[in-house]
């Protein structure tokens, strides 16, 4: 069992920036996993931000490329998104999702390569 926690969301203006973080729970604390980031907003599938297995290993979604970072605490079994320059429609439910290395690492960005799911956090970017 894989229980992650997502933290950070809130409110913020055009142009702004957010942290949002990702904490881990599982007894599967020395396996290599790939922690990533999805979004969904109203009316729209869920989709890709970002995922990382380690510093060395990240994928970006295009949409987010250049204005968002995704790093690693391993020692904390913790996924940090850094926000910057958001946009309305950044505006979204923020999800966190982890799976062992091997179950996701043919399809990192793909939304049915991850077994397990926080609850979500939401950004809004609004003036």
């Known amino acids: 069992q894989v229980q992650l926690v997502e933290s950070g969301g809130g409110a913020v203006q055009p142009g702004g920036s957010l942290r949002l973080s990702c904490t881990a729970s599982?007894?599967?604390?020395?396996?290599?996993?790939?922690m990533a980031w999805f979004r969904q907003a109203p009316g729209k599938e869920r989709e890709a931000v970002a995922s990382?297995?380690?510093?060395?290993?990240?994928f970006y979604s295009d949409l987010v490329k250049g204005r968002f970072t995704i790093s690693r605490d391993i020692a904390k079994e913790t996924s940090y998104l850094e926000m910057n320059s958001l946009k309305p429609e950044d505006t979204a439910m923020y999800y966190c999702?982890?799976?062992?290395?091997?179950?996701?690492?043919?399809?990192?960005?793909?939304?049915?390569?991850?077994?397990?799911w926080g609850q979500g956090t939401q950004v809004t970017v609004s003036s």
């Open positions: 990382s297995s380690s510093s060395d290993d990240i």
């Open positions: 599982t007894s599967e604390s020395n396996s290599r996993f790939y």
């Open positions: 999702a982890a799976d062992f290395y091997w179950r996701a690492r043919l399809r990192p960005l793909s939304v049915d390569s991850y077994t397990y």
